[in-house]
C-alpha cells in the first residue's frame, strides 16, 4: 500500500513565524512531490512542486526534499493569518501519473 | 473556459439513484483526473485519463463507479445505486501534457446521497 503521511494538526503559529509542515511518503521511488493549500470548502491550489534532492525557494514558501529519508517539507516564512488553511502533500509514486495525497496538515496562524 | 469547470456544483440524490458528474478541463489539458475527498482527508484517487483513454482505473471503488472521456476533453463520472457511503466531494482536475505534473483542480461537486 503506498502511503503519504502528514500529521493532521492543527499547527498553531504566530504571525511572522516560520511554519514547518512534514509529509512521509513509502515508496523509494517516488520521482514527483507537491505542496497544494486547500482553504475551507475550497479546492485545492498549488504552492511548490520539487524533483530534486534538496531546497527550492519561491517567495516565502520553501520545499525540501530528502529522497533517502522519504521525506518532504514546507517552510513558510514571516507566515500570515491569511496562511491559515489546510496544506496537502501529494505524491507520484514510480511508474505511475497516479497522485497520492496526504491527508492534510491544518496550519492556524494567529494575529 | 479560463480553468477547470465541474457541474454541478451540488447533487443530492436518494439512495439507490443513478448520478453523473461532469469535468470540463482546461483547453489544451490532455491529464484528467477525478478525486473524491470527505470531510477531513485528502483527495482519494479514482481515475486518470491521458486523453481519451483511462490510463489508470485502479482507484475506482467498485464496479458502481465509472468513467469516460468520449473526445479526450470533457469527462463524466458515473455513479450507479448510489449508496450513502459515496456521498463527498468529487474534484476533477487536469494537467498539460508533457509538463512536470501540475494539476488544476476544479471547485468540486458535493454529492449528498440521502
Known amino acids: 500500500q503506498k502511503e503519504v503521511e502528514q500529521n493532521s494538526g492543527p499547527l498553531s503559529v504566530p504571525e511572522g513565524a516560520i511554519a514547518s509542515l512534514n509529509c512521509t511518503y513509502s515508496?523509494?521511488?517516488?520521482?514527483?512531490f507537491f505542496w497544494y493549500r486547500q482553504y475551507s470548502g475550497k479546492s485545492p491550489e498549488l504552492i511548490m512542486f520539487?524533483?530534486?534532492?534538496g531546497d527550492k525557494e519561491d517567495g516565502r514558501f520553501t520545499a525540501q526534499l530528502n529522497k533517502a529519508s522519504q521525506y518532504v517539507s514546507l517552510l513558510i516564512r514571516d507566515s500570515q493569518p491569511s496562511d491559515s488553511a489546510t496544506y496537502l502533500c501529494?505524491?507520484?509514486?514510480?511508474?505511475?501519473?497516479?497522485?497520492?495525497f496526504g491527508t492534510g496538515t491544518r496550519l492556524k496562524v494567529l494575529a | 473556459g479560463a480553468g477547470v469547470s465541474q457541474t454541478p456544483s451540488n447533487k443530492v440524490t436518494e439512495k439507490g439513484k443513478y448520478v453523473e458528474l461532469r469535468c470540463d478541463p482546461i483547453?489544451?489539458?490532455?491529464?484528467l483526473y477525478w478525486y473524491r475527498q470527505s470531510l477531513g482527508q485528502g483527495p482519494e484517487f479514482l481515475i486518470y485519463?491521458?486523453?481519451?483513454?483511462?490510463?489508470?482505473d485502479s482507484g475506482l471503488p467498485n464496479d458502481r463507479f465509472f468513467a469516460v472521456r468520449p473526445e479526450g476533453s470533457v469527462s463524466t463520472l458515473k455513479i450507479q445505486r448510489t449508496e450513502r457511503g459515496d456521498s463527498a466531494v468529487y474534484l476533477c482536475?487536469?494537467?498539460?501534457?508533457?509538463?512536470?505534473?501540475?494539476?488544476?483542480f476544479g471547485a468540486g461537486t458535493r454529492l449528498s446521497v440521502l
Open positions: 482536475a487536469s494537467s498539460p501534457a508533457g509538463g512536470p505534473g501540475i494539476q488544476y
Open positions: 515508496d523509494r521511488g517516488s520521482q514527483s
Open positions: 520539487i524533483y530534486s534532492n
Open positions: 501529494a505524491v507520484s509514486f514510480s511508474g505511475t501519473y497516479k497522485y497520492i
Open positions: 483547453s489544451g489539458h490532455t491529464a
Open positions: 485519463f491521458q486523453g481519451t483513454g483511462a490510463a489508470d
